[in-house]
């Protein structure tokens, strides 16, 4: 067990330089774009039928969800280079489970509201984490290592540096706009309740 322990810190300590080229964070922003907009499709599906209504989801007016898409990057990004599973799902588990807490926390101090909310689930943390979703954290993070970021690679490479980058731009001025417009319209509208995600 201890064997165990220590490689799987050994391997979290040892980092391969990231490749910090203009292609490949195109290509990074273009992945999380990707799973920003897949990770917004899935929570509205699964509201929408929770509640029983029509349910917008996330913090912008566009069909994204950048938590979804920015932990996944930060999680292939530091995880990336490690051949477990078991220490990527305990791991990506952990380092998700810390953005999902930070990410909420500063939402509502700055906006005094909540975009999610985990009250009466099992050992949950002041609403805002629990292990129920931090396991499932944890399963997101094997796939995005083992499979869904590796196929994202391969397929903005094979659209060339020009257009990668290109799309990457649109992407960032795209979000960069709606966040703005998003915080300005969430802050004047006040401190009106929370908008609870009972998964």
Known sequence: MLAHARSAIEALAIMPALDLSAFHLAILILSMTTISIGGWV???????????????????????????????????????????????????????????????????????????????????????????????????????VFAIEPQLILFFSSWGEFACEAAATACLVTYGADTALSSFVHSASGNDGRITLRR
């Open 42 to 144: 899935w929570e509205t599906i699964y509201c929408s039928i929770v509640e029983r209504r029509p349910v917008r989801r996330g913090f912008l007016f566009g069909p994204s969800c950048p938590i979804y898409g920015s932990g996944a990057i930060i999680v292939y990004a530091l995880l990336g280079h490690i051949e477990s599973p078991f220490v990527v799902f305990a791991a990506g588990a952990v380092l998700a489970t810390a953005i999902e807490y930070a990410t909420g926390r500063v939402l509502e101090k700055r906006f005094g509201r909540r975009w999610w909310d985990y009250t009466g689930w099992p050992l949950n943390y002041r609403g805002l984490i629990c292990p129920i979703a931090s396991a499932l954290f944890g399963f997101f993070s094997v796939l995005v």
